[in-house]
């Protein structure tokens, strides 16, 4: 258990679909993050959430679209995925530090295992 | 932009044997952080180094901060078959707030 906990842990979704990856932790942090983790490549950050204002974007197509409504929760919601979108996808969060995400060890949640088909 | 690489890529050790794995920033780092993976599972924090030359022990790991700030190991000693799974060195550059991951090393430890 770290705290931090992710549904559903596997889902399967056609490419018109809409879904949505939920997160949420019960650490007290004021940061929280959305990485992708595909086979053979490194975890990228996708999103970034520090005292809920969203800090970081990095060039994530628009059919991926981040909420994060407080603190303790955040979303992922997913449209019209590609099936080169289908990796696992995780949460995690941190304590940021005068208003900045990452500056602290990262608790990630189990993950979400997506699969587009 | 910014890259941190690991090698090797994969690491076969038989039980007992040591391990090291390596990980190298394309740009000065202000400090790093080490996760490890298991099959299966989400990265779990291990470390973080701070300081120039720093070297922190945890058991049968130990952890080392390049002297300029680039570079970073990880050694286990007499590994076990619990050691396995995927480490990952994360880099944070100074100015910014966000870590990079660097690609992993895959272990596994035959019994």
């Known amino acids: 258990e770290t705290g931090v906990t992710q549904t559903p842990r596997h889902l399967v979704m056609g490419m018109t679909n809409k879904k949505s990856l939920k997160c949420e932790q019960h650490l007290g942090h004021n940061a929280m993050y959305w990485y992708k983790q595909s086979a053979k490549k490194p975890l990228e950050l996708m999103f970034v959430y520090s005292l809920e204002e969203r800090v970081e974007n990095n060039s994530v197509p628009s059919r991926f679209s981040p909420e994060c409504p407080n603190s303790s929760h955040l979303f992922l919601h997913l449209h019209t995925l590609q099936p080169e979108d289908s990796a696992l996808y995780l949460c995690?969060?941190?304590?940021?530090?005068?208003?900045?995400?990452?500056?602290?060890?990262?608790?990630f949640g189990e993950g979400s295992r997506l699969t587009v088909l | 932009g910014q890259q941190v690489m690991q090698i090797p890529q994969y690491q076969h050790v038989q039980e007992g044997e040591d391990f090291t794995t390596y990980c190298n920033s394309s740009?000065?780092?202000?400090?790093i952080q080490w996760y490890k993976q298991r099959p299966g599972g989400h990265p779990v924090f291990l470390i973080q180094l701070v300081k120039s030359g720093e070297v922190k022990k945890q058991k049968r790991l130990t952890f080392q901060f390049g002297e300029a700030k680039k570079n970073s190991s990880l050694h286990i000693t007499a590994t076990q078959t619990t050691d396995v799974g995927t480490y990952f060195c994360a880099g944070l550059t100074s100015g910014t707030y966000k870590y990079i991951f660097g690609t992993g090393t895959r272990l596994k430890v035959l019994a």
């Open positions: 995690a969060s941190s304590q940021g530090f005068r208003g900045h995400a990452n500056t602290g060890e990262l608790f």
């Open positions: 740009t000065t780092l202000s400090n």
